[in-house]
């Protein structure tokens, strides 16, 4: 049933591309976009995985190298572009679990404090459109579940540190190991790193859709309605139904700048330029990435979770 609505929405998705664009204009004004400021884009956003990797290595510094985080990063979104469901995380961890001496509990470890930390980055986005477009006592609702997640975490993270067999009441191994590990290597100084690199991360994803629609697309369109249609299609993204979120991803993309009086035929052309910026050099870079050094595909997809837990 799940699949069935999946395919669905990927259906309905790609048939609301398929009934308000004209392909001919479409592709007309995409040719038209400056070479110049695409290659400039591309190289901007490859460098955002410089800091996905130095962000990754953060959690464990002393036992995952940047450069192999780097790598993972690369390969990780090249599997999600390709493949659907996600299939990426798990290739960055089984690139991780080869070239490292990290147990599987923490790769997954590391990975799931990644996506909170991504999860986060998006939340404050929305507080920040939230507080731009809707009245004050929205904005604060907000504001006050996101604290009290926070503060619960943080409660969480002092009591592991005061007592290292808490919790005391779950008695499977490996459940237990994997909710230590969650805390065990965190720091003040470690969580600082993190959201300053995050920060990092989701400007340079923010910049990069704004350069997008108002320096290469020409559209006047002022920092709220920027903000949620970069929401709305990082939601989207995020979805695993296809492979590269096809048809979620744009259809999101196209509606969101149509609201805002953008025409349809130029939204899905830089939707298309957005495709080119993040997904051709990053698939191209991994799979240089992934031979170097003597690696290889066969290699990288061994089962190396199947290493013991440290």
Same mark, same amino acid.
């Given at each position: ?6 395919i669905? !929405?990927v259906?309905?998705?790609?048939? +609301?591309? =398929? ?25 901007? =956003? ?45 290739? /960055? ?6 070239n490292? /001496? ?26 920040? #459109? ?8 929205? =904005? ?13 975490? +943080? ?6 540190r005061?007592?290292?067999h808490?919790?005391?009441? !779950? ?19 470690? %969580? ?14 923010? %910049?990069?859709?704004i ?13 709220? #309605? ?10 989207? %993204? ?17 509606f969101?700048?149509k609201?805002?009086g953008v025409d ?20 191209? #870079? ?18 190396a +979770? ?5």
């Amino acid at each position: 049933m799940r699949l069935v609505l999946h395919i669905s !929405i990927v259906i309905g998705c790609l048939a +609301f591309l =398929f009934f308000n664009l004209d392909i001919h204009e479409m592709m007309s004004i995409f040719s038209t976009y400056p070479f110049y400021q695409i290659l400039l884009l591309c190289v901007w =956003f490859l460098l955002s995985f410089v800091f996905l990797g130095f962000r990754l290595h953060a959690f464990q510094p002393d036992r995952l190298p940047p450069f192999v985080c780097v790598k993972a990063s690369f390969i990780g979104h090249c599997a999600n572009s390709i493949l659907p469901a996600r299939i990426g995380e798990g290739a /960055k961890g089984l690139y991780i679990a080869k070239n490292s /001496k990290v147990s599987a509990t923490g790769i997954v470890t590391a990975i799931l404090w990644e996506r909170f930390s991504d999860f986060n980055m998006l939340f404050l986005l929305m507080l920040m #459109a939230v507080g731009l477009t809707l009245p004050a006592h929205f =904005f604060w609702a907000c504001f006050m579940v996101l604290s009290l997640v926070w503060g619960l975490l +943080f409660g969480a993270f002092i009591r592991r540190r005061k007592d290292q067999h808490w919790p005391r009441c !779950i008695k499977t191994k490996w459940l237990h190991e994997f909710i230590g590990s969650l805390s065990t290597g965190l720091s003040i100084s470690v %969580l600082l790193r993190v959201i300053v690199l995050s920060i990092l991360v989701w400007g340079q994803f923010l %910049l990069e859709t704004i350069f997008v629609i108002k320096w290469i697309g020409g559209q006047n369109l002022n920092i709220s #309605a920027l903000l949620n249609v970069f929401i709305l299609s990082t939601i989207a %993204l995020s979805i695993p139904f296809a492979p590269g979120s096809l048809g979620t991803f744009d259809a999101a993309f196209v509606f969101s700048l149509k609201v805002y009086g953008v025409d349809p035929n130029n939204a899905m052309a830089l939707a298309i330029l957005i495709r080119t910026i993040q997904y051709i050099p990053v698939v191209f #870079a991994a799979i240089i990435l992934a031979f170097a050094g003597g690696k290889n595909f066969r290699n990288l997809l061994r089962p190396a +979770f199947s290493q013991n837990c440290n």
